[in-house]
């Protein structure tokens, strides 16, 4: 099975990336085949500091490493080492329409946001996105939710180039969490957890008494009971979703646990289980914070193995298109 993915070096990673993304990254490994990738280029389409690119890289890598990937069995690489992406991206910009481009959620939101500050990047953002999936010809794609929109582009993407140029590339499937794959923020749980707001955020590398503050002050609703119900209580629907992914229970037995006991102390359980579940990651990270060397080289040899599909799809691409 090919399996691909990526993640932006934009900042501390949170719950929902981990339980819509990396948990299920994590167990597609026992498939063999998996590619993940730290995708810096993507990252440059919104206002960054260039002097934090470096330091957010090494912490995507720590976290991919942290949460169980493990470079015996999958490709973990940056992204801007295999110019192939570029280059696969500027060929599939030929024959992805530009209205699919401006009807694309992410892109529309994040306009509104930086307004003027945008360039061209984010309107493209999607067609280097295919050509990631593209290039190591992905069948799987584990994401989350708000980016199943994009999965959906890149197969109508090559669609296009294999009905213009001959049959080239396969369409990828997206791969959602069965739940979690849109958790949603502590603060607002009408909006998903989103790096852009920071507060409603719980990062998985947050320490014990962070943790306990967020989830106690997280906002739900003035009713007491602990149940689910997405329309009328979705900040206890969002913690029960949390506590069942996290504890391995179906949310109707956490339902049963609490169902008397009013949100104070379920929040405080939930608190406690989050405390030990993080525990071994931060530890994990501690670790690998103090190894550079040995993650640069993990990099460098992902790089290495993904050059290698990357050049043999753009020598198909390049004598399908009569580059050569
Ligand atoms: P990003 O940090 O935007 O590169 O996202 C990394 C991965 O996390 C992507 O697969 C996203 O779809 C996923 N993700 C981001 N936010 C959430 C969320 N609130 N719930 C579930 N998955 C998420
Ligand atoms: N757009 C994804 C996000 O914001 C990151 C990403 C870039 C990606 N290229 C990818 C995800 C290829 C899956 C496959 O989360």
New binding site residues.
């Given amino acids: 099975m090919k399996i ?5 070096p934009t900042g501390a990673l949170h719950i929902g990336n981990y339980l819509g993304m990396l948990k299920q990254s994590v167990e597609l490994q026992k498939e063999g085949g998996c590619i993940y ?1 730290v ?1 810096d280029l ?1 990252a440059m389409t919104i206002p960054y500091d260039p002097k934090q690119m470096q330091k957010n890289i090494l912490d995507v890598t720590v976290c991919y490493l942290a949460a169980g990937i493990d470079p015996a069995k999958s490709i973990l690489f940056i992204q801007s080492k295999v110019p192939e992406h570029t280059e696969l991206a500027w060929i599939l910009n030929t024959v992805t329409p530009i209205s699919d481009l401006m009807r694309m959620t992410q892109y529309k939101d994040k306009s509104n946001q930086f307004k003027e500050e945008i360039g061209a990047g984010l309107l493209n953002y999607p067609v280097l ?1 295919a050509a ?2 593209l290039l190591y010809k992905t069948q799987v ?1 584990p ?1 989350g939710k708000d ?1 199943e929109q ?1 999965v959906e582009l890149a197969r109508t993407i090559a669609r296009k180039f294999n009905k213009k140029f001959g049959q080239t590339f396969i369409e990828p499937k997206v791969k959602l969490a069965k739940e979690g794959a849109k958790i949603m923020s502590l603060t607002n749980p009408k909006k998903k957890m989103s790096k852009s707001i920071p507060a409603g955020c719980l990062y998985l590398f947050d320490e014990p008494e962070v943790i306990r503050k967020k989830i106690m002050s997280s906002v739900t609703d003035l009713e007491k009971q602990v149940k689910y119900d997405l329309i009328k209580k979705p900040g206890i629907s969002n913690l029960l979703t949390i506590y069942s992914l996290f504890s391995g229970k179906p949310i109707k037995d956490i339902e049963k646990k609490f169902k008397d006991q009013g949100y104070a102390k379920f929040k405080e359980k939930l608190a406690d289980l989050l405390i030990k579940e993080l525990e071994p990651l931060r530890k994990k990270r501690k670790e690998l914070l103090s190894r550079q060397v040995y993650i640069e080289e993990i990099l460098e040899q992902g790089a290495r193995k993904a050059k290698t599909i990357a050049q043999e799809t753009m020598a198909e691409v390049k004598k399908k298109t009569g580059l050569i």
């Avoid at 691909?4 to 932006?8: E, N, V």
């Fill in positions: 691909f993915s990526g993640i932006q990738c995708v993507h996105m990631d999936i794609v994401v980016q994009h």
